[in-house]
């Protein structure tokens, strides 16, 4: 099945700086989600964006549905130890909305 | 609470005996879905349900099968469970808006293990 392309695969980063990651598609999205996945537990949402343009945060977490509908970006500020986890994006594909299309997540590392 | 629940949390059984994982949420949503999730693969539909005896494949059905007898409750059944199903396993639900699945709630997952 379609997934969407993520970026980076990987961070390590140190407690304090920020966090930039991405999700790109092949064709429109109507929905973008953001998940969060800690070891041992399910996907937790952390930001819905359903317009084009849209900036959304929630938290130290901002999230953004790219203008052209293709794509979406999640901005961490001021990382902490907690913020360790896969960071997953997800959304409807304008074309078939019966099912949500997946990255392959962003691990992200924090060294206090 | 709202939440959903799936059972059992760890699993370890051998080739070929049947298996059932159940899933339950509290929250009377419509849609239901089952995915496996591998390292590097990220997660992959298995099935879905739009509502009740309403069931459709995903992008990886083969070797498993699903019910939707009642809203609240969408088991997992492996008639022959092979080693290849070996995984990490998250039932989810939602609201349908527009015709789709709406944000999504993730049980705490199933880890079984096919010898």
């Known amino acids: 099945g379609q997934q969407l392309n993520q970026s980076p695969q990987s961070m390590f980063i140190q407690e304090g700086e920020d966090v930039s990651m991405n999700c790109t598609s092949s064709?429109?999205?109507?929905?973008w989600l953001w998940y969060k996945q800690e070891p041992g537990e399910g996907p937790v949402l952390l930001i819905a964006?359903?317009?084009a343009g849209e900036l959304t945060s929630n938290g130290r977490l901002t999230a953004q549905f790219g203008i052209t509908r293709k794509d979406s970006f999640l901005n961490i500020s001021a990382s902490i130890p907690s913020d360790v986890g896969i960071y997953f994006c997800a959304g409807h594909n304008a074309g078939n909305n019966r099912k949500l299309i997946w990255g392959l997540g962003t691990s992200l590392a924090v060294n206090p | 609470e709202a939440q959903v629940t799936q059972n059992p949390r760890y699993l370890i059984t051998v080739t070929g005996k049947k298996l059932t994982v159940t899933c339950s949420q509290n929250?009377?949503?419509?849609?239901m879905s089952w995915y496996r999730q591998d390292p590097g693969l990220g997660l992959r539909q298995i099935y879905y349900s739009m509502n009740v005896e309403v069931t459709d494949k995903g992008d990886v059905p083969e070797g498993y099968k699903v019910s939707r007898k009642e809203k609240r409750n969408f088991p997992l059944i492996l008639e022959s469970p092979s080693p290849n199903q070996t995984s990490l396993y998250f039932c989810?639900?939602?609201?349908?808006?527009?015709?789709?699945?709406?944000?999504?709630?993730f049980g705490p997952g199933t880890r079984l293990t096919v010898t």
């Open positions: 964006l359903y317009k």
């Open positions: 989810a639900s939602s609201r349908v808006l527009a015709g789709g699945p709406h944000e999504q709630y």
């Open positions: 064709s429109i999205f109507n929905t």
């Open positions: 929250m009377n949503h419509e849609y």
